[in-house]
């Protein structure tokens, strides 16, 4: 089973700044399966990218995916309030086995 | 549009089973492609991914939990069943379903969630 760890644990960032989270896979993911999503406090998550860089539908552009192999990256190019959540990785493996990453904080000082 | 939404009962005791449907709307579970899923996220903690179910009744369930869990659908009442044994405190969770879709392979409509708690 594949393994995703995600860095940092907390992203402490002013508004306007730029934000660079980080999922790494134990084994090497396919592309065009590894997800990105968000998630605020007593809410569901929410799809921000799929297939690494295609941002999902009504996400802002400041949502940028890249990465391939097992290092991938979810940029938030200039935050803003709004985006203070968890951020989670996730990826489609064989079988199918779905497996989440750990996440990450962001916290929008 | 598409939604999701979970019901089943707050309160297990432990060795119980739980069940819980995610009754949906908004598209066909018939269709090629079109899966639904259970997710489920314990206080404070990350996501954890516990079944599928596809268009053609394949299934597929998290190694961990595998003994434990059923899933089924009624393709009619668009309703997925999620069946968890022997239920224990740290089953206790928020549990969501989700529709995940083929081939992007993503969850992108989500439930709001409803919390399980599992104490005697």
């Known amino acids: 089973e594949i393994v995703l760890t995600q860095s940092p644990g907390t992203l402490s960032l002013s508004p306007g700044k730029r934000a660079t989270l980080s999922c790494r896979a134990s084994?090497?993911?396919?592309?065009?399966?590894l997800m990105w999503y968000q998630q605020k406090p007593g809410q569901a998550p929410r799809l921000l990218i799929y297939?690494?860089?295609s941002r999902a539908t009504g996400i802002p552009d400041r949502f940028s995916g890249s990465g391939s192999g097992t290092d991938f990256t979810l940029t938030i190019s200039r935050l803003e309030p709004e985006d203070s959540a968890l951020y989670y990785c996730?990826?489609?493996?064989?079988?199918?086995?779905?497996?989440f990453g750990p996440g990450t904080k962001v916290d929008i000082k | 549009q598409v939604t999701l939404r979970e019901s089943g009962p707050a309160l297990v005791k432990p060795t119980q089973t739980l069940t819980l449907t995610c009754t949906f709307s908004?598209?066909?579970?018939?269709?090629?492609?079109?899966?639904v899923s259970w997710i489920r996220q314990a206080p404070g903690k990350a996501l954890e991914w516990l079944a599928l179910?596809?268009?053609?009744?394949?299934?597929y369930f998290s190694t961990s939990l595998k003994t434990r869990l059923s899933i089924s659908k009624d393709t009619f009442k668009n309703q997925v069943v999620l069946t968890m044994t022997n239920m224990d405190p740290v089953d206790t969770a928020t549990y969501f379903c989700?529709?995940?879709?083929?081939?992007?392979?993503?969850?992108?409509?989500w439930g709001q969630g409803t919390m399980v708690t599992v104490s005697a």
């Open positions: 084994q090497s993911v396919s592309s065009s399966y």
């Open positions: 996730q990826q489609f493996g064989t079988s199918p086995r779905i497996t």
């Open positions: 908004g598209f066909a579970l018939s269709t090629s492609g079109m899966c």
């Open positions: 297939a690494a860089s």
């Open positions: 179910i596809d268009w053609d009744d394949d299934k």
């Open positions: 989700a529709r995940f879709t083929m081939p992007r392979c993503a969850f992108d409509f």
